[in-house]
């Protein structure tokens, strides 16, 4: 089986072991030692919370660099909604969607109308299984590998419907294919313009169906100036849009729950209060509820960390957009609903065994508890982990020395100066102490 790909890495040259990241991790990957962080894999999410965080910029997002275009014949740009307001208002949509094309794509599908689709199956999924409500949204890759590691138990609840990303790839390809006969499927790449690292890793590892339909993902920050430097010098702007407001407002969170038929959504951004949600949902505290919409980025894809502009000035930029776009431009025709549903499932990460064999795996956590009880419980994190309870983990895993916490290294330094002065007749010892005592 191919190793599973992380788009966020760790910069090493840059990283100063100042142990901010570790304490913001949703998962706990994040360990420091001799004075550098690394990333346990088996339990990143790719949320980009630790790339927010790092003071130093040492942890990077990768996505793929715009060359790959030169290996397909045809190309084919997704933007993202969250792309338009990037830019002062006077670019409007059309000025975004024509300057991808003459940045050298063949077409431009909107990724807001995948969003309207989505919108529509939803609607339709939801009448139809009330008895599984509140449904999650399975939009953000992030949230939906928070689910596999760390919630398996409302893995039952994810929207089984495939990304806005994935179905306008999926139609973006069909379509061009339709429209000039004689193209085959594989001369066609189509390429996503992010604004989050997640989804690099949800094409390279798609969890809704066996091969992603997309060959590619820019970053926001790869195209931004590119695209500034073709608007600035565009007179006509193409009228290439397929989407309303209704799915241009999914850049920012609320506007997936709002644009549903119900109103009785919860929308939750931020992969900290994401978690504290659910662990809400999983204590049967939510159950009022109809569709949890939550985004790992603080004020959804807005905030993503590959996005240029600040969160507050693009957020305002949306609402300006509210005002000069119909809600629709045109109903989903059903053709376009076509295909949406999940053809694989994500399955639960056991990223807490301790041990392949259960009964090793007993034993080991029976360790880990017995360790976990010898420390101070401060969840300093100065011994390089998030908690006390991490570092016993780390410590039965056979990563990390009982004395790596601080305190129990002092503790251990003070008993054995104790035992030298002993020895040297500096000091009595205690059962000396006893006996003076009887006499
Ligand atoms: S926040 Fe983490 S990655 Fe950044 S410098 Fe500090 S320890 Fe290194
Ligand atoms: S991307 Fe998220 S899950 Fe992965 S190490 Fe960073 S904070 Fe942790």
């Known amino acids: 089986m191919a190793a599973y790909y992380h788009s966020i890495v760790l910069d090493e040259k ?5 142990t901010n990241c570790i304490k913001r991790c949703p998962t706990e990957a994040i360990r420091v030692h001799d004075g550098k962080a690394r990333i346990f894999n088996e339990k990143c999410i790719d949320c980009g919370e630790c790339v927010r965080t790092c003071p130093y910029h040492a942890k990077v997002a990768q996505t793929d660099s715009l060359d790959i275009m030169a290996n397909y014949k045809y190309t084919i740009a997704l933007p993202a909604p969250t792309l338009y307001m990037q830019y002062d208002l006077k670019f409007t949509r059309q000025h975004v969607v024509t300057a991808l094309k003459m940045l050298g794509f063949d077409a431009v599908y909107e990724v807001a109308r995948g969003a309207e689709i989505v919108t529509a199956v939803t609607d339709q999924y939801m009448e139809e299984h009330r008895e599984n409500l509140p449904l999650i949204s399975s939009a953000c890759p992030a949230v939906v590998r928070l689910l596999q590691a760390r919630f398996p138990s409302l893995l039952p609840r994810l929207l089984p419907i495939k990304s806005p990303m994935e179905i306008s790839a999926m ?3 069909k379509e061009f294919c339709q429209q000039n006969p004689g193209v085959k499927s594989s001369e066609v790449g189509v390429f996503f313009i992010s604004p989050c690292a997640a989804k690099m890793t949800g094409v390279r590892n798609p969890i809704e169906l066996k091969k992603s339909n997309v060959n590619g993902v820019f970053s926001i920050k790869s195209v931004y100036f590119k695209l500034l430097k073709q608007m600035s010098k565009l007179k006509e702007p193409e009228d290439l849009l397929k989407a309303g407001y209704k799915g241009v407002r999914w850049a920012s969170i609320g506007g997936e729950a709002r644009a549903l038929k119900t109103q009785n959504v919860l929308s939750v951004d931020g992969i900290q209060n994401v978690v504290r949600i659910f662990e809400q949902l999983e204590d049967d505290k939510l159950d009022d509820v109809d569709f949890i919409e939550a985004c790992a980025c603080t004020g959804g894809c807005l905030g993503g960390p590959l996005t240029v502009e600040n969160l507050y000035v693009a957020r305002n930029r949306q609402r300006q957009h509210r005002d000069t776009t119909p809600t629709i431009l045109e109903p989903v025709a059903p053709e376009e609903m076509e295909n949406c549903m999940f053809e694989t499932y994500p399955q639960y990460l056991d990223v807490t065994t301790l041990d392949a064999d259960r009964t090793e795996a007993i034993k080991k956590l029976r360790r880990m508890n017995e360790i976990c009880e010898e420390l101070p419980k ?7 982990a998030p908690s006390c309870r991490a570092l016993s983990e780390d410590i039965v895993r056979g990563k990390a020395n009982v004395t790596d916490c601080v305190f129990v290294l002092r503790q251990k330094v003070r008993d054995l100066a104790r035992e030298m002065m002993i020895l040297e007749g500096l ?9 003076e005592n009887e006499e």
């Open 378 to 384: 401060l969840d300093c994190g100065a011994c390089g």
């Open 14 to 18: 840059l990283c100063m072991g100042c």
């Open 427 to 435: 000091m009595p010892s205690d059962s000396s102490k006893e006996k």
């Open 171 to 173: 139609n973006a390809r």
